[in-house]
């Protein structure tokens, strides 16, 4: 099993749309995830922390689920601009503040 | 400043030449991180400063690969003798501890 894993996609939805992405990661022990954003191979952009059950900035929502091991991310009322991959984050345990990086979702909003 | 600046943008090397890129992080971050990426999103980890020492080198082929971050000047990476494979973007980061990292804009490496 991977350390960090998402479904690649693409999600493909209409503008206006709700969408909602899982990641699962391996480590039952680690503490701290991040919700990156990437557009077209710029770099990636924090979105959002998330340190306890979760967490809400705007449209956007991130929970964790500790006992199934995953976090999620939830998109209300897509707007065009949220085209981009989704790249979930953990941090490694080592105490290296080393980042293990999913291999991203990517959501397209259409028109 | 508040970016991390890294230069150049874009670079083109034939094969068997030196590659060197550069990273000026964020005033006041500690840490400083080093990432390949390559196809299909996947990071690949290559080493992570604090300060100007070697924090976890676990991720560098060291045969060819090398990286300083020296004072009052910016980090660097250097690929002696450069491979097809290595053609990929190098992203860096800083940090202040556990905070989440402020990436650079990266530099896309081209190998001929």
């Known amino acids: 099993r991977k350390e960090v894993e998402q479904d690649p996609g693409p999600f493909n939805v209409p503008e206006g749309a709700t969408v909602a992405f899982n990641c699962t990661y391996s480590?039952?022990?680690?503490?701290?995830f991040f919700w990156y954003r990437q557009d077209c191979r710029k770099e990636p952009k924090l979105l959002m922390s998330?340190?306890?059950s979760g967490n809400e900035d705007g449209r956007f929502t991130a929970q964790l689920n500790r006992a199934s091991q995953y976090i999620s991310l939830l998109i209300r009322d897509s707007k065009l601009s949220d085209s981009a991959t989704y790249l979930c984050?953990?941090?490694?345990?080592?105490?290296?503040?080393?980042?293990?990086f999913g291999t991203g979702t990517r959501l397209k909003v259409l028109a | 400043g508040e970016e991390v600046a890294q230069t150049p943008k874009h670079l083109v090397r034939g094969e068997g030449q030196k590659a060197k890129l550069y990273c000026a992080p964020i005033?006041?971050?500690?840490?400083v991180f080093w990432y390949q990426q390559v196809l299909k999103n996947e990071f690949k980890f290559l080493i992570s400063?604090?300060?100007?020492?070697?924090?976890?080198e676990t991720g560098m082929p060291k045969e060819r690969f090398s990286a300083k971050c020296l004072p009052n000047s910016p980090c660097s990476l250097e690929i002696q003798a450069t491979k097809l494979e290595d053609s990929a973007v190098y992203f860096c980061?800083?940090?202040?501890?556990?905070?989440?990292?402020?990436f650079g804009s990266g530099t896309r490496l081209t190998v001929v």
């Open positions: 400063f604090q300060n100007e020492n070697v924090f976890d």
């Open positions: 005033k006041g971050h500690s840490y």
């Open positions: 984050v953990v941090p490694e345990l080592s105490g290296t503040y080393k980042y293990i």
């Open positions: 998330v340190y306890s």
């Open positions: 980061a800083s940090s202040q501890m556990t905070a989440g990292y402020t």
């Open positions: 480590n039952s022990a680690s503490q701290s």
